[in-house]
């Protein structure tokens, strides 16, 4: 045992000294955006992450999911640049690009060899503030946006379990609405609802650009300030808290769906870093999930799939760095002639272990061994990078954050992961949905279309 | 360890001349060759082992390969599954296995710190030289594979790619989904996968890839010890070859979806296929370059009916498929079908324009570092080179290649290999 933690602090020196050599360049403009420069010399390519503080827990009722949908007008051109002009232009580059929003951020992305950063920067500027929305244009998009619903979530039974339970967890924090939106809200927008959703929230003093790859940060610098020092600020009014109200009990839902197998989702109400004081609270949600979830040798894949073989699968999630308070997850599939109420009983006898013993010193070393390495391999690749700074900036966290993530995770003892157990993991707290498979109604059944349904 | 961080630290922020990767290629004295990058920069290694042991030799048994595979770690020399678990999880090793049509793989990702990397290797070996194959584990794996399938059954999309290969495919090796059907691996039993591991997991149809912060002298030692536990054994038969297309068929699967799947295409290129460049370039073209592809324009961005819309070829070591694909609300299938063989209809007939060429050539000798500029994407790319006996200058010589395509090439290829009315259309969905 002491063998082992020797070896692991052999480890750990040179590889944090490493990380904390390669530095995070910072800079912030008079407009506000702020600049984040890191420098990786591995390959002559850079990818520029431009980060905007909106998402779908921004939204209030009746656009839900209007921030996914001006994430794919941003693609519709302006003055300059019309439709179609971005991505042509990009694409010439040798760049790849795209987007993506989530609940607490929206994001836009390119991949380019090293000397094209420049081009990257100039139509990103250019649509922070110059996008032209149009209402044809609308219509056709928002038929796209809703067959990406209907690929997402409408036809994936445990996809739409997952929107169903959220809708039930939260009373009133938005995380209870999918980031695509409602499809009633979907339906409905407008074009002014999204040039109003657009001059709120698109602004310099809202956004962050993060840059990493074979560059030079001061070259970055100059280069950005070239494209977006001149744009103006907005007026960005703080986000309303919307606070969720204190869960009192338990609360269940069944999801009756097509579907071949059933499949529980269980979660807890917990604190994130950002809304609590003890910050070491969060980092001990996470090396439970570790506990229970960190790779093959965890509890859940050792105890439940292999041990008990009462699930197929099962994991267990929790994501410390969101904006807002969040859930606990833990998800299972039943292995055949067991039932959903056999691993509600599993999953929270495993929780009931957390609670009353220690989790040992082996278990705990494996949980950090491999957030340490994680870490090094992590930064095999600028792209996911640029994410962990830019999601971390947008939230409100602090990018700095990231280089404390595996000192703070070292930190955390069996007793702090029983305390954050018991504190948080409680019934009251719990929410719980069952898929409850329907028979697939319309038969499986191959027709061959003589002279072709679909002609050629 | 102090050493090595500090030529870590000057390797990082002195300037590296870029050139594409260089592999270096040798045979282990059992006769596996091994295929080796040296990175620098991060103390990391990815080590692969890949077998001529995919899907497409299942035989009779579809799904065999897959449940061989995914059998490896669960019990191996005298560790249970908890065991082997553990062993990589202590030192932060990321262990894979797993099978596609041509391959089965198995990977680590491991510090290079030596200690680590050793426990992480001797690991790996044990679970490629001994494994066990014990009931209890095997009825485990056998169990949850089914359920998976099980769950298949409740994907349009996953139901389309099924159809779509066994009509291409027909009889072929290739025709079934790598993870099996219900009834053929209801049959199977543990000896099953110990005589399907005896006749492929041997030395002379293993290749070994090595990508990392390791020496020639440090990758040959690891190379030379992850295997010698092997049978030397012999290479598989050659595959067959695939029929060559024919006439194309329509069908449709009833399922109560909200949005119908399509799959459309044909048996298109293998690996060294004589015209690969001209139907790469090509298809970049028609429907292979995302946001800009003539399918995506076509079908999504001037008609908004699929939110994905894209097409590509997926040269195997015999032909592999060409596909198209897009998903639609149910009542405009017919609408979207329609666009979709039109665009590859006029795409067959009048080629690419010269200015869509340049443009596409643009990309993709443009973007030619991103292709390579991680271990994890080195990895890959020298696994195909290797598995597939390309040549090692393969990369090197990758953007000369695609300059030399014209529109008459792909023109010609798109004609001869890509006929519109040998293209199967399969869709999947409700009314």
Redesign the interface.
């Known amino acids: 045992m002491l063998f082992?933690v020797i070896?692991f602090t052999?480890?750990c020196l040179?590889?944090s000294?490493?990380s904390s050599?390669?530095k995070v360049h910072e800079r912030t403009f008079k407009n506000g955006l702020k600049v984040l420069v890191k420098e990786d010399?591995?390959?002559?390519?850079v990818v520029s992450q431009i980060w905007y503080k909106v998402g779908s827990s921004y939204e209030p009722g009746g656009i839900t999911g209007i921030s996914h949908m001006l994430e794919h007008m941003m693609?519709k051109g302006t003055e300059k640049y019309p439709?179609?002009e971005f991505?042509?232009i990009i694409?010439?580059?040798?760049?790849?690009?795209?987007a993506f929003t989530g609940r607490d951020y929206t994001a836009y992305f390119q991949?380019?060899?090293k000397s094209?950063l420049e081009v990257s920067f100039e139509l990103e500027a250019d649509r922070m503030r110059n996008i032209k929305l149009d209402a044809a244009e609308l219509?056709?998009?928002?038929?796209?946006?809703?067959?990406?619903r209907?690929?997402r979530t409408?036809?994936?039974?445990r996809s739409k379990t997952q929107e169903y339970f959220m809708a039930m967890a939260f009373s009133n924090s938005p995380y209870k609405n999918p980031v695509i939106g409602w499809p009633s809200d979907i339906a409905n927008y407008q074009v002014d609802d999204l040039q109003a959703w657009y001059e709120l929230w698109y602004a310099p003093n809202n956004a962050t650009l993060v840059v990493v790859g074979d560059v030079k940060a001061e070259e970055v610098f100059i280069l950005a300030e070239k494209y977006f020092a001149g744009i103006k600020t907005s007026d960005i009014k703080p986000v309303k808290p919307q606070t969720e109200i204190e869960q009192q009990g338990v609360r269940k839902t069944t999801i009756k769906l097509?579907?071949?197998?059933p499949y529980i989702l269980m979660g807890y109400k917990v604190p994130v870093l950002n809304s609590i004081k003890d910050k070491s609270e969060a980092y001990a949600l996470e090396v439970l999930a570790g506990i229970l979830d960190?790779?093959?040798?965890?509890r859940l894949?050792?105890r439940l799939?292999?041990g008990q073989?009462v699930a197929?699968?099962s994991g267990a999630g929790y994501s410390m760095m969101s904006r807002l308070p969040e859930l606990f997850m833990l998800d299972a599939?039943p292995?055949?002639g067991q039932s959903v109420f056999d691993l509600e009983y599993a999953l929270k006898q495993e929780i009931y272990y957390l609670q009353r013993e220690l989790v040992s010193e082996?278990e705990l070393?494996?949980v950090k061994?491999?957030?340490?390495?994680?870490s090094?391999?992590e930064?095999?690749?600028?792209f996911y990078q640029a994410m962990q700074l830019g999601m971390l900036e947008t939230v409100g966290i602090g990018w700095e954050k990231v280089e404390e993530y595996v000192e703070k995770v070292n930190q955390i003892t069996a007793e702090q992961v029983q305390a954050v157990a018991r504190k948080y993991l409680v019934e009251e707290k719990l929410n719980i949905a069952y898929l409850d498979p329907q028979p697939?109604?319309?038969?499986?059944?191959?027709?061959?279309?003589a002279g072709?349904?679909?002609?050629? | 360890m102090r050493i090595s961080f500090i030529s870590l630290f000057f390797l990082l922020f002195s300037q590296l001349a870029f050139s594409a990767a260089n592999i270096q290629s040798w045979q282990t004295s059992q006769g596996s060759d091994v295929f080796f990058v040296e990175t620098k920069g991060l103390p990391m290694v990815d080590v692969r082992v890949i077998f001529d042991a995919g899907s497409a030799r299942d035989g009779f048994q579809h799904g065999i390969s897959a449940l061989t595979s995914a059998l490896l770690d669960t019990g191996a020399g005298n560790w249970s599954a908890d065991e082997i678990a553990q062993r990589f999880e202590s030192v932060g090793a990321q262990f894979g296995a797993g099978v596609s049509r041509d391959m089965a793989w198995v990977s680590v990702r491991s510090l290079t710190e030596e200690k680590l990397l050793n426990k992480a290797l001797k690991t790996v070996g044990v679970i490629l030289n001994t494994p066990a194959f014990n009931e209890t584990d095997f009825q485990r794996e056998k169990s949850r594979t089914l359920a998976g399938l099980k769950h298949r059954e409740e994907s349009p999309g996953a139901l389309a790619g099924i159809e779509f290969f066994k009509t291409l495919y027909k009889g072929h090796p290739y025709a079934h989904p790598s993870s099996g059907e219900v009834d053929t691996v209801s049959g199977f039993s543990a000896d099953d996968l110990r005589a399907f591991y005896q006749q492929y997991y041997v030395a002379k149809n293993a290749k070994i890839v090595i990508v990392g912060d390791l020496n020639k002298q440090q990758a040959m030692q690891v190379a030379q010890s992850l295997i010698s536990g092997l049978n030397t054994g012999t290479k598989p038969k050659i595959l067959p070859q695939v029929p060559v297309p024919a006439k194309g068929v329509t069908k449709h699967i009833n399922f109560p979806s909200t949005q119908t799947h399509v799959l459309a295409g044909l048996v298109g290129m293998h690996r060294k296929d004589m015209d690969y460049l001209s139907l790469y370039v090509g298809n970049h073209i028609l429907g292979g370059s995302g946001l800009v592809s003539q399918l995506f324009g076509e079908v999504r961005e001037k008609r908004g009916l699929a939110y994905s819309a894209y097409s590509y070829f997926s040269p195997l070591f015999r032909n592999g498929p060409f596909t198209m694909g897009l998903q639609t609300r149910n009542d405009q299938t017919t609408q979207a079908v329609e666009v979709m063989l039109n665009t590859l209809k006029s795409f067959v007939e009048k080629g690419p324009t010269e200015d869509a060429l340049i443009a596409a050539k643009k990309n993709i000798t443009g973007g030619f570092a991103m292709r390579f500029d991680t271990n994890s994407k080195l990895v890959s790319y020298v696994s195909m080179i290797g598995f597939y006996q390309l040549p090692l200058d393969y990369l090197d010589t990758f953007q000369q290649r695609v300059e030399a395509v014209t529109v008459a090439s792909i023109k010609d290829a798109f004609k001869r290999r890509v006929r519109p009315e040998f293209i199967n259309t399969i869709t999947v969905g409700g009314d």
């Open positions: 082992r070896l052999l480890v040179p590889i000294a490493y050599s390669v010399h591995r390959s002559p390519v693609f439709a179609g991505s042509r694409a010439e580059n040798g760049g790849r690009e795209n991949t380019l060899e094209r219509k056709k998009e928002l038929e796209v946006v809703t067959e990406e209907r690929m409408d036809d994936k039974p097509p579907a071949k197998l960190g790779g093959s040798s965890a894949a050792s799939v292999r073989q197929v699968s599939t292995a055949e082996d070393q494996r061994a491999q957030v340490l390495a994680s090094v391999y930064l095999d690749s600028n697939i109604t319309q038969p499986k059944k191959v027709s061959k279309v072709g349904r679909h002609a050629h």
